[in-house]
């Protein structure tokens, strides 16, 4: 390798590159800490003022970073954060890392990465590296990113600049794998840029597994969440069949799980949420689309995650049902918005849309979430959460909705206090009169 | 625990039960043996006389046996096999393990369990415990077993017999799990009868699991399956989207497997094969029927595996084109009949479904299997197997098709003497332009 991809490989090999990433959110500023750490300079693009100014002075708002390593590579200026993108020029390397969510009607919403390959290709210098972390359809890197930064540049990809993807994996909350051991799938846009991205994520990351092509790097991120969306969908799907043969599909799955080969737990739940599994794998159904080709197992599983939201609503009015009571003017109190236990992210939360449901049902509505003070549902409907989980808060409510397992709910206390529980989560393990489980 | 019950359980733990165990297939005699092992009297009930004479002459016929043990308990006098039903009354224990197959229709075909029944109801002794063995849908313990063995018996449940449902979880040619190893899920029909389950499989099996009823138990081994059915599925219809999109599939599962938690590795195929997993969903489908319920996952997985041979005649079809040939008159070799590597079960294997589609097109067809000497394929075509994979026969071949990775094939071998190679089991690792793959 010569020219100026062989410098810029000298520059990765000798930790003096500059690198940039573009969007300082749960997998930009845990991947520039962890770049910083390695004393490589870098810079952090961010289009709010808030957030660059929060990292600039240290102050930490993701839950997957140790405060002490942010505040240490600010200290030694390895890391700066920005908002002005004309010094992109500055970078020999650029990591995109913005949000790729789907408009209301399940569309990929393109325009951030857009935005970024507009802004890279206008501004950065001639020599840099270019890659995309953010989940989107096979082909993007190739045919989405490609024409805008050459329109915008100018210049020529394998001569001036060069492209890769590889997908974040962040886990939030994962207590055993974070961003620099959790292995990574690199493909290049032909063999200088995979020899390029080896290097550059090598600096980083303790594991890297090379791919052909950005299209099969960009497969494998969606092939992981189809598999955990079409899954958790099975499961579901199962669980609202076992509560109507008066099995319970939780005592069904630990059994299962002593099966010591072939066979992988997953759990229901009045949802699926998060900012992946329910999205992922609609990229790919939105590209399939281009080629005449119907991907069944997806839309299927659109189906039952579609509806749960509205089976658990029924789950709840049927346990009140029990009571003689209707949902109109009774009062519910959710225990937990986070979409999955002891983060403090609502995102795609199914508890939100079955507090929707409830809501629009005249329901007097409450909820408690240790993680979560405050939240706007989808319809728009603004709550705050309760200060404290007390024995009066839960004899008060007509009926009390487990929506999310967060460890510091303790079943005991919650069963002793509540008129009524719906459980969604299996939280409560000892059987009662009082309990209606998913 | 006292009265016939008490005594039954005495006769568990001081291994002087005599058992019967139902059908002396791949799953009643690996646990016949087991047992016999434990130096407990076993007779082994057997419609078919070649079956019962080779056991007790310590003729082996399943590959998941060690010769040597066969030999060990027939000599001892621990096992004998029989054709004699009446003998049940020599039992204390009967243990189920007959054929649950589906019939054309994917009908349960209930038949085996219900003749079972009716032999053992009809012989029985007061005091014998009952288990079932076979997958089949939840509540056939309770509702379809139970009503057949009182009406022949005159018998009472819970006082003169005892029921249980535990599923086999055989897995032929695993060489790490067998009966022995494998923790088996009980599931008694009331609590005597779960004590007198755990008592009795404690005799031979190293671990039990127990839950709280029968349908439990009989949905856990669905779940398992099902499971595994719908993961297939998904991988098949990847792969056919992967096709058309330029990206390996196989490339693609290799790098998705670097994911360190939360992914499960499943393989494409010319179809779903063996006698469990593209059955077992459907004894759900069955009863959830009965409860007004679609289960729209495993009829997606259906509508995927259903067209998988035909899409895989398609593709031989385009190999063919490629170099001016039709199917019609063109030799074509598969190189193995069995539904996995390294067995010499041919059972709903997806290879037989290919050779159909591909011989009504008038191909003229052969194969090679070193486990199968010869096939019927369900549309009633017999084929013998070439005896030796040479390269006379790869070179003679039109196309060769790989339908099964049985580790005795040499990829390097078979690309280099074939004309034309279609691989649907990721066998051929070195890219060559002679083969087309899945």
Not at 134 to 145: A, D, L, R
Not at 377 to 405: M, Q, W
């Amino acid at each position: 390798m010569n020219g100026a991809a062989g410098k810029l490989l000298e520059k990765f090999n000798k930790r003096e590159a500059v690198i940039g990433i573009f969007g300082l959110g749960y997998v930009g500023l845990p991947l520039a800490v962890v770049f910083a750490k390695k004393n490589v300079r870098v810079i952090g693009f961010e289009k709010s003022g808030k957030k660059a100014e929060a990292v600039n002075e240290g102050r930490n708002y993701i839950g997957d970073i140790k405060p002490e390593d942010l505040t240490a590579v600010i200290k030694s200026g390895a890391l700066t954060a920005t908002t002005d993108f004309t010094r992109i020029r500055e970078c020999d390397a650029v990591i995109i890392c913005v949000p790729t969510p789907l408009d209301k009607f399940k569309k990929p919403e393109m325009k951030y990465i857009e935005s970024a390959c507009t802004d890279i290709g206008r501004y950065m210098k001639k020599g840099t590296f270019i890659s995309l972390e953010s989940t989107t359809y096979p082909t993007t890197t190739e045919n989405f990113m490609r024409p805008i930064i050459e329109k915008e540049s100018k210049m020529t990809l394998e001569e001036d600049f060069w492209l890769c993807f590889s997908a974040e994996r962040v886990d939030p909350g994962n207590k055993n794998y974070h961003t620099e051991n959790t292995p990574k799938v690199v493909g290049g846009l032909g063999e200088t840029a995979q020899e390029l991205g080896m290097a550059m994520y090598g600096i980083a990351i303790q594991t890297l597994y090379p791919v052909s092509s950005p299209r099969v790097s960009e497969m494998v991120k969606i092939l992981e969440n189809t598999y955990r969306l079409v899954n958790i969908s099975l499961v579901n799907e199962l669980a609202l069949l076992c509560g109507q043969m008066n099995i319970s599909i939780w005592e069904v799955i630990e059994a299962a799980k002593t099966k010591p080969y072939g066979f992988h737990a997953f759990y229901p739940g009045p949802g699926i949420g998060g900012h992946c599994i329910p999205l992922d794998p609609f990229y790919l159904d939105y590209i399939a689309k281009n080629y005449n080709f119907d991907l069944t197992m997806i839309h299927t599983a659109g189906l039952i995650n579609n509806q749960m939201p509205h089976r658990m609503a029924v789950k709840i009015s049927f346990a009140l049902n029990r009571h003689k009571k209707p949902i109109n003017g009774s009062k519910i109190l959710f225990l937990g918005a986070a979409y999955k236990p002891d983060i403090d992210d609502e995102r795609e939360s199914p508890a939100l849309m079955v507090i929707d449901e409830i809501a629009k049902k005249f329901a007097d509505i409450s909820y408690f979430d240790p993680f979560i003070p405050e939240v706007t549902t989808e319809h728009g409907r603004h709550y705050i959460s309760i200060p404290a989980l007390t024995k009066e808060a839960l004899a008060g409510a007509d009926c009390v909705v487990i929506t999310t397992n967060h460890s510091a709910f303790d079943p005991d206390f919650i069963v002793e206090h509540a008129q009524l529980v719906v459980d969604l989560r299996n939280t409560v393990k000892k059987p009662s009169p009082k309990v209606f489980k998913l």
